[in-house]
């Protein structure tokens, strides 16, 4: 049976419940009514604030910051929540704050990869199969979709969504949302195609990437208005559920796309 283990140099409030061999490591403080699953690992120096629920088999590294107040004037101090699903590594001097809003909670999902000096600010939800590289400023409200790579240095505005599979570019600034699928870079961010190199790498049949190609053009290159597109995306690929997903993340786009 794993054991869990805390540090003699590791504050760890009477009312946090750990699951079956958590690992707390040197100068780590966990605030009250946290939960933290079977089998994370908080390395040395890691922070989680009050309330925050971590799953399982998670690996902080030093100096994460999990759970504390929101950056957000609107904050009044009402009780909101950080959770963290399994499988994740947050990785050094990362920061995720707690939500705005009563009851209201920041999402980060399973297996994703947060690497060093990532922030997550309030309301965000990453999905799962997440990358952050180095650097990534998210601000409030954002929303990444599964297997989403953001490259280092990238800053993305507030209530920008990242669809799912898409690529940004690295020291890109993203202030619109990135349909599904695409491949973006620049400051601002401009569309590049297709993330064809991931979806090959994750198994998408070739047949399936050349429609979306096909509907990316339609898009981007014909110089047609935006409900036009749509409706030939509809009439052209309507058995094609990756292509339906563009069209449905457009209709559903508040601060419009990357286009």
Same mark, same amino acid.
């Given at each position: 049976m794993q054991t869990t283990t805390i540090?003699?140099?590791?504050i760890v409030d009477p009312s946090a419940r750990l699951g079956r061999g958590v690992s707390v490591g040197p100068f780590c403080l966990v605030g009250p009514n946290v939960e933290i699953g079977e089998?994370?690992?908080?390395?040395?120096?890691?922070?989680?604030?009050?309330?925050?629920?971590?799953?399982?088999?998670?690996r902080i590294y030093?100096?994460?910051?999990?759970g504390t107040e929101p950056q957000d004037l609107k904050f009044g101090g009402e009780q909101s929540y950080v959770r963290v699903g399994d499988h994740n590594t947050i990785r050094e001097y990362v920061t995720i704050n707690r939500a705005t809003g009563e009851g209201q909670a920041t999402v980060?999902?399973?297996?994703?990869?947060?690497?060093?000096?990532?922030?997550?600010? #309030?309301?965000?939800? /990453?999905?799962?199969? &997440?990358? $952050?590289?180095n650097s990534v400023q998210l601000a409030g409200h954002i929303v990444i979709e599964d297997y989403a790579i953001v490259g280092?240095?990238?800053g993305?505005?507030?209530?920008?969504?990242?669809?799912?599979?898409?690529?940004?570019?690295?020291?890109?600034?993203?202030?619109?949302?990135?349909?599904?699928y695409a491949k973006v870079t620049g400051v601002p961010c401009r569309p590049y195609g297709i993330n064809s190199v991931g979806l090959?790498?994750?198994?998408?049949?070739?047949?399936?990437?050349k429609k979306l190609k096909q509907a990316y053009r339609?898009? #981007?290159?014909?110089? /047609?208005?935006?409900? &036009?597109? $749509?409706?030939?995306?509809e009439s052209h690929y309507a058995g094609v559920p990756e292509v339906l997903k563009i069209v449905e993340f457009v209709r559903e786009s508040e601060r419009g796309i990357c286009r």
């Open positions: 540090h003699p140099t590791a089998g994370t690992a908080l390395l040395e120096r890691v922070h989680v604030g009050p309330g925050t629920q971590i799953g399982r088999h998670n030093p100096g994460a910051i999990v980060v999902g399973n297996h994703n990869l947060l690497m060093a000096y990532c922030h997550v600010a #309030h309301n965000s939800v /990453l999905y799962d199969h &997440v990358i $952050l590289a280092g240095l990238v993305v505005h507030q209530f920008v969504r990242i669809g799912c599979h898409a690529f940004v570019g690295g020291v890109s600034a993203v202030n619109t949302d990135i349909l599904p090959r790498r994750r198994g998408f049949p070739e047949e399936t990437i339609i898009l #981007h290159r014909r110089g /047609l208005a935006l409900d &036009v597109a $749509l409706h030939q995306l």
